[in-house]
C-alpha cells in the first residue's frame, strides 16, 4: 500500500492533498460506490483504474461536487470539507478536465477561459486579466494556444489544453482528468503527459482517471483500482505491472493479446475505387479512397477519430450515397447515381456494427427483443406473416443471447437498462446472426469492459475465419494491431497508405495518422 | 444531483394518472366550495347525469366517440416524435369529405355502399390535410407544430367559405349544407338495438362508436404488430438509428401523418354521417385540441386512450348536467372544471412523477432490506 492511511502522521510530512473515508454512494438500488477510501500524497501524479461501470467517474463526480456522497468524509489539504457544488470545489482548489470537452466552440479561446470570470458590466479589464493569465500559464508550463484562435477551430489537443487552462485559472492545485487521452493522437497524448509532469513539478496533484494500461504505467507516481464500486487495491506505479494491474480490474486473469492464427484470404468481397463523399453544404468527407478486402481477412482502418472513418463506415453501408467513385460489395456495385440503401446492402449480405451503438446502433428505449430485429424487420427472424410476431421475435431474441452471452438474458428488458459491454455484444450478436459475407465494424470495443473486449474480439476472428471479409475501424491503436491482416490509414478523408501488418507498429502509424505517407516516413 | 429513479410500469399507467385526477378533483371542489356549493352533491350530479340517468350514458358514450378519434390521431403521431395539434383541422376537412359522398350518393344509392365511401371519404380528407404538413416536415424540415397550427385555420377559413358559399342548403340562411338522405345516415344504436329486439334510451349515439371501438384494436395492432408500426416507433425513438436499419425516415414521417390525420377524420363520421346529418360550422367544437389531452393521458396506449375519453366524455356529460342542476354554476364554470382536468393530466401530467418514484424506490429498498 503506497502512503495509506496515515493521516496526519508525521509533523515533516505534509497532509494528503486528498482524503476519502469510506465514502459510499447509491443511485436507487445501485451502489455505485462502496466505503471508499483514498489517499493522494501532494505534488504526485495519482492514477486510477477500473472498468466501466466500476464507480470512477462516480467518485470524481462527488469530489467535484456533482454529486453528493451519501456517507463518508472528504479531506483536503488536511481540511475536512463539504462539497455541494462544483463551485464549492474550486473554491477548494480543485479543477476537473471532463471527458467530453466543455468549450463554446464560436468563443475564442480568451472568452472560453474567461467564462465564469468575465469581472464587471463590461468585457476589457476582463479580457486583459484573462491574457496575462493566460501568458504567464503558457510561459510556466509551456502551454501555449493562441488566445484570439475560436475554440471550435482548434485540434482536439489543443482544446483540452484550453480546458486544463481554464482549471489552473481558477487557482486549482488538485487536477482530475477524466479518460483524457481518448480523443488524442498518441503524439498528442505524449505532450500531455510532458505537460501534467512539469504541473506535477510545480506542486499540482494530478489525479488521472483512465482505462488505458499503458497511460497508467508510463505517467502515474501511484495508481488506486476499482472493481464493481470497490476500490480493490493501492499501489506505487513503480512496485507493480500491467499484468497484476488487470487482474485486479477484473478480477481474473485477462488475455490482453489477441490469440489469431494467419489469415487465408480468397476473393475479393469487398472494394471500393475513387470512392468520395461530399455533404450537401461542400464538405469532402473522403476523397478518392480505394481499397479491396477479401474473404478471410481483417482490413484495419486506423486514423485519428474524425478523419473520415465514420463517413467511409456510413458509405459503405449503404447509409450515405457516394458523390463519385463506385463500392462493390459481393458483387453488387454501388455508383454515385445508383440507390444506397442499407436494406439493399443487407439483403447482399452486408452487415454492420456501427461506430455509436447508443446513436445508431440501438433504440434505447425498446426492449432488447425488439432491438434485435432493428434492420432486420422484414427478414424471417420477425415470422412469415404480414404482421411482426412477438413470439418469433422473442425466441429469436433469446437464442442470440445465449449464443453471444449477453446477460442479463432477458428479451424484454430495455436496453438502456443493460451494461455498455452486453448492449455492444446484443448489437454484434444480431449483426452476426446474418452470416455476413462482408462485416463492417465501427469502434467494436468502445466503452466496453476488459472481459467483453476479449470475447468480442474472439467473434470477430471467429467470423473471418468461416471466411467474412472485415472491415474495421477503431482508434485504438492496439485493436488494430491486435486484430486486422492489413491496415488502412486515413488522414483528412484520404488514405495515407495500406500497410501490411507486419510492417506495422504504433510509430509507423502514428505518423501515418498524422499525414505522413510511409515512403518519407522511413 | 437528485436523478429520479425510474417508475415501475404499474405506476406509471394506472397510479400517476389516478392522481392527477384526484389533484384535479379536488382543485374543482374548492372552486365549487368557493361559489357557495357543495362540492360532494356535485360530484353526485356529475357521475349521475353522466351515467345514470336514462339516455345519459349513451351521450356520454358519444362524447367519448369523439375524443377515442382525436386521441388516436394525436397519439399515432406522437409514437413517431410528431406533434399534431392539428386534429382539428383535419377532424372539420374531414367532415367535407363525408359529407360530399353523402350529399352526393345517398339519392341515388343504397346505404350499404354509401356509409363505407363516407366514411372512407372523412379518412381520406382527413389524411390529405395530414399529408401536407407531414410532407413540409419531412422534406422541407418545416416545424409540424407550425404547419398543423396554421393548417387548422386554413381549414376554418375555407370551411366557412364552402358552407355560407358553394354548398349552402339552397334558400336557407345558415351556413350548413342540405340534410343527407336517409342513406347517407349512420344508424344510431338506438335503432340497431332495436332491430335486434333490444330497447334502450334515445341518445346521439350510433355506430361510428364501433368503428371507434374497432380503431382503438386497430391502432394497438398497427404500432405493436405491423413492420410500419415498428418503424414509425423506431423513427420516433431514434431518427439515427432507423436511418442506420434502413428505413426511410421521411416517407414514414408522411405515412404517420397521413394515419393521424385520417383517425382525426374519423371523428366527423360521428359528428357528421351519425348526428347532424349535414355539414355544419364548427361541429369539431375544440375535439381536436382536447385529443392531445386524452393522448398524453392515456399514454398513447388504446387501452389508456379509451378510459381518457370515456373520462372526458362523462365531464362533457356531466358537466352539462351541472350546468342544468345548479343555479350558481354556469356552462363557463363547467368549461373551467374541464380546464381544469385537463391541465392536471395533460399538461402537468407528470408533475407527481419525481416524488412518487421516489417513494416507490425508498419503499422498494426497504422491503428489499426487510427480507435479506
Not at chain 1, 167 to 178: F, N, P, T
Request: aromatic residues 6%.
Amino acid at each position: 500500500m503506497a502512503g495509506a492511511a496515515e493521516p496526519l502522521g508525521g509533523a515533516s510530512k505534509p497532509p494528503p492533498a486528498i482524503e476519502l473515508r469510506a465514502v459510499s454512494k447509491s443511485f436507487g438500488l445501485v451502489q455505485a460506490n462502496k466505503n471508499i477510501d483514498l489517499v493522494v500524497q501532494p505534488g504526485t501524479i495519482h492514477g486510477i483504474i477500473g472498468e466501466n461501470g466500476a464507480g470512477k467517474s462516480t467518485l470524481m463526480n462527488i469530489l467535484y461536487g456533482l454529486h453528493q456522497a451519501d456517507s463518508g468524509e472528504m479531506i483536503i489539504n488536511g481540511a475536512p470539507v463539504q462539497i455541494h457544488s462544483s463551485a464549492d470545489a474550486i473554491a477548494c482548489g480543485i479543477g476537473m478536465v471532463h471527458q467530453h470537452f466543455m468549450l463554446v466552440p464560436n468563443f475564442t479561446v480568451l472568452e472560453n477561459v474567461m467564462l465564469g470570470s468575465e469581472g464587471g458590466m463590461l468585457l476589457a479589464e476582463g479580457r486583459e486579466e484573462t491574457r496575462a493569465t493566460l501568458q504567464k500559464l503558457a510561459e510556466e508550463y509551456g502551454m501555449t494556444v493562441d488566445a484570439d484562435a475560436l475554440a471550435g477551430d482548434l485540434p482536439v489537443g489543443l482544446q483540452q489544453r484550453v480546458e486544463i487552462i481554464k482549471a489552473l485559472k481558477g487557482g486549482a492545485k488538485i487536477l482530475i482528468l477524466d479518460e483524457p487521452t481518448g480523443v488524442l493522437t498518441p503524439q498528442e497524448a505524449v505532450s500531455l503527459f510532458k505537460i501534467l509532469e512539469t504541473l506535477k513539478q510545480d506542486g499540482v496533484t494530478i489525479l488521472l482517471i483512465t482505462h488505458k494500461l499503458e497511460e497508467i504505467m508510463a505517467a502515474t507516481d501511484t495508481v488506486s483500482i476499482m472493481r464493481q464500486g470497490e476500490m480493490v487495491g493501492h499501489r506505487a506505479t513503480a512496485e507493480t505491472n500491467p499484468e497484476e494491474l488487470a487482474e485486479l480490474m477484473v478480477g481474473r486473469k485477462v488475455l490482453l493479446r489477441v490469440d489469431k492464427g494467419t489469415s487465408q484470404p480468397s476473393d475479393v468481397k469487398l472494394s471500393t475505387s475513387g470512392l468520395s463523399c461530399t455533404s450537401p453544404e461542400g464538405v469532402q468527407f473522403i476523397r478518392d479512397v480505394s481499397f479491396e478486402v477479401r474473404a478471410g481477412e481483417i482490413l484495419g482502418v486506423a486514423g485519428i477519430a474524425g478523419n473520415g472513418q465514420s463517413e467511409l463506415l456510413e458509405a459503405l453501408a449503404g447509409m450515405r450515397p457516394p458523390t463519385t467513385g463506385t463500392i462493390e460489395i459481393l458483387g453488387q456495385t454501388i455508383t454515385a447515381d445508383g440507390q444506397s440503401d442499407p436494406q439493399i446492402m443487407r439483403r447482399v449480405g452486408l452487415a454492420h456494427i456501427p461506430e455509436d451503438r447508443h446513436k445508431f446502433g440501438l433504440v434505447l428505449g425498446f426492449e432488447a427483443r425488439e432491438n434485435a430485429i432493428l434492420g432486420y424487420h422484414y427478414a424471417k427472424q420477425t415470422g412469415d406473416g404480414r404482421l411482426i410476431e412477438s413470439k418469433a421475435v422473442t425466441a429469436h431474441c433469446q437464442a442470440l443471447m445465449s449464443a453471444h452471452d449477453v446477460r442479463p438474458d432477458n428479451p424484454y428488458l430495455t436496453a438502456k437498462n443493460f451494461s455498455g459491454g452486453n448492449q455492444q455484444k446484443l448489437v454484434i450478436a444480431r449483426e452476426m446472426h446474418a452470416a455476413p459475407g462482408v462485416l463492417i465494424v465501427g469502434q467494436p470495443t468502445r466503452g466496453v469492459d476488459i472481459g467483453a473486449i476479449e470475447f468480442i474480439h474472439k467473434e470477430l476472428i471467429a467470423l473471418r475465419d468461416a471466411g467474412a471479409a472485415i472491415l474495421l475501424v477503431s482508434v485504438e491503436l492496439e485493436e488494430v494491431l491486435g486484430l486486422a491482416d492489413r491496415i488502412m490509414v486515413m488522414n483528412n478523408g484520404e488514405q495515407v497508405g495500406i500497410i501490411d501488418r507486419s510492417e506495422a507498429n504504433e510509430q509507423t502509424l502514428g505518423l501515418m495518422m498524422a499525414g505522413i505517407a510511409p515512403e518519407k516516413a522511413a | 444531483m437528485s436523478a429520479t429513479p425510474p417508475l415501475p410500469r404499474w405506476a406509471d399507467l394506472f397510479l400517476l394518472p389516478a392522481l392527477n385526477l384526484l389533484a384535479a378533483f379536488f382543485v374543482c371542489g374548492l372552486i365549487v366550495l368557493a361559489i357557495g356549493e357543495n362540492p360532494i352533491t356535485a360530484l353526485g350530479v356529475m357521475i349521475k347525469g353522466a351515467f345514470v340517468y336514462p339516455g345519459s350514458l349513451g351521450y356520454t358514450l358519444y362524447y367519448t366517440t369523439n375524443f377515442i378519434f382525436t386521441g388516436l390521431a394525436v397519439a399515432v403521431a406522437f409514437h413517431a416524435m410528431m406533434f399534431n395539434i392539428g386534429g382539428e383541422g383535419q377532424a372539420y376537412v374531414g367532415g367535407l369529405g363525408a359529407g360530399l359522398v353523402s350529399l352526393s350518393l345517398a339519392g341515388v344509392m343504397p346505404s350499404l355502399i354509401v356509409l363505407p365511401l363516407a366514411v372512407l371519404g372523412a379518412a381520406l380528407f382527413g389524411a390529405a390535410w395530414g399529408i401536407v404538413p407531414g410532407y413540409l416536415q419531412a422534406k422541407r424540415g418545416s416545424h409540424i407544430v407550425i404547419t398543423t397550427i396554421m393548417f387548422n385555420f386554413i381549414a376554418a377559413s375555407l370551411m366557412v367559405w364552402l358552407l355560407a358559399g358553394p354548398l349552402i342548403e339552397p334558400g336557407q340562411m345558415s351556413p350548413q349544407t342540405p340534410k343527407f338522405e336517409p342513406a347517407g345516415q349512420l344508424p344510431s344504436l338506438q335503432a340497431i338495438l332495436g332491430a335486434l329486439g333490444i330497447s334502450i334510451a334515445n341518445s346521439p349515439l350510433n355506430l361510428s362508436f364501433l368503428i371507434a371501438l374497432a380503431a382503438l384494436f386497430g391502432f394497438w395492432v398497427l404500432i405493436w404488430r405491423t413492420r410500419l408500426g415498428y418503424e414509425i416507433r423506431t423513427v420516433g425513438q431514434n431518427p439515427e438509428a432507423a436511418r442506420y436499419a434502413g428505413i426511410n425516415v421521411p416517407r414514414v414521417v408522411i405515412i404517420t401523418l397521413a394515419i393521424s390525420g385520417a383517425l382525426a377524420g374519423l371523428m366527423a363520421t360521428n359528428e357528421i354521417l351519425g348526428v347532424q346529418h349535414r355539414v355544419v360550422l364548427n361541429f369539431t367544437a375544440g375535439y381536436g385540441f382536447t385529443g392531445i389531452a386524452v393522448a398524453l393521458m392515456g399514454r398513447n396506449h388504446p387501452i389508456g386512450i379509451f378510459l381518457a375519453s370515456l373520462l372526458f366524455g362523462a365531464l362533457y356529460q356531466g358537466g352539462a348536467e351541472l350546468d342544468f342542476e345548479f343555479q350558481s354554476i354556469t356552462r363557463e364554470m363547467v368549461l373551467l372544471i374541464q380546464g381544469m382536468i385537463i391541465l392536471f393530466s395533460g399538461a402537468l401530467a407528470y408533475m407527481f412523477n419525481p416524488p412518487v418514484a421516489r417513494f416507490l424506490a425508498r419503499y422498494a429498498a426497504k422491503r428489499e432490506a426487510a427480507h435479506v
